[in-house]
């Protein structure tokens, strides 16, 4: 299985904290874990792909102890090392077809922040992959961030984000063509998979007070571990002028000043047609 999550993240243990703060920031922005228009019958099987730290599923566990939650990721590298007794991981592809014993078995399956690992002709095919394992009447809810209309913006009149900003449009340069997809191109491949009461939602990063800055600290963790990755591989050539402890240190600063990364958070959400 090709990781080309790996290609631009790195799965070093310092990311299960950025992964799970970013998790909670954005579910606090967006105001829920599950779509409000989700029903579940007494017992539900919930699927989480590209579960990572599965923040996901240890969120959902308490409210439904008797639910099957099952997490796949390409990589188990962040798997928790211990996990309530009924959520299990395992690896898959999600642009792979999955063995037949899961196909029609699940209420749920969820998926959020996979762009990176996304090329532009991937989406429509994944979204297909994945209504393939609804039970009928199950739902399919996927989040994604706009990150191409982002702006640093402040708190606080005058502050300066020279040097987030420099880091933040390296990253989205590095990403190219990829974020200019699935934000606001699932709902298309979600009705076109043949799913129904197709939903969407959006949220500013800066809706909720403190979670601008956690994002925008997120944000930046991800950023610098990026550039060192390129520094390592010998790929950066001249794209930083300055030392990357200074750069951080300096962009650090910024936030902690009141400056932060302003993007939407867009929800899809889509049900399969009943039997």
Not at 30 to 57: E, K, N, V
Not at 231 to 246: E, I, R, T, W, Y
Request: charged share 20%; net charge negative; proline share 6%.
């Amino acid at each position: 299985m090709a990781d080309v999550y790996a290609d631009h993240m790195h799965r070093l243990p310092s990311e299960v904290k950025r992964l799970n703060d970013q998790f909670d920031a954005m579910a606090d922005n967006i105001g829920y874990i599950l779509h409000p228009s989700i029903t579940f019958p007494p017992s539900p099987r919930i699927a989480d792909m590209g579960t990572g730290t599965a923040r996901f599923l240890l969120r959902l566990q308490p409210t439904y102890p008797d639910a099957k939650l099952e997490g796949f990721d390409i990589s188990s590298t962040l798997f928790p090392s211990s996990l309530p007794d009924n959520v299990t991981l395992s690896e898959q592809d999600i642009k792979q077809p999955f063995p037949e014993h899961m196909h029609g078995k699940y209420d749920l399956v969820h998926v959020r922040m996979l762009v990176a690992a996304m090329l532009p002709g991937d989406w429509e095919p994944v979204v297909r992959n994945l209504t393939g394992l609804l039970k009928p009447g199950g739902y399919l809810q996927w989040e994604e961030c706009d990150f191409v209309s982002t702006q640093w913006t402040s708190t606080t009149t005058g502050t300066n984000a020279e040097k987030s900003e420099l880091m933040g449009d390296a990253f989205c340069a590095a990403l190219g063509e990829r974020l200019k997809y699935g934000w606001n191109t699932l709902p298309e491949h979600m009705r076109a998979a043949g799913l129904t009461s197709v939903l969407t939602d959006v949220a500013p990063s800066d809706k909720v007070p403190g979670a601008a800055e956690k994002l925008a600290l997120s944000m930046l963790t991800l950023f610098f571990s990026w550039a060192r990755q390129l520094v390592k591989k010998g790929q950066a050539g001249s794209m930083f002028s300055d030392s990357l402890d200074n750069l951080e240190r300096e962009a650090y600063d910024e936030v902690k000043s009141g400056s932060y990364y302003k993007y939407d958070i867009h929800v899809a959400c889509g049900r399969k047609a009943l039997a």
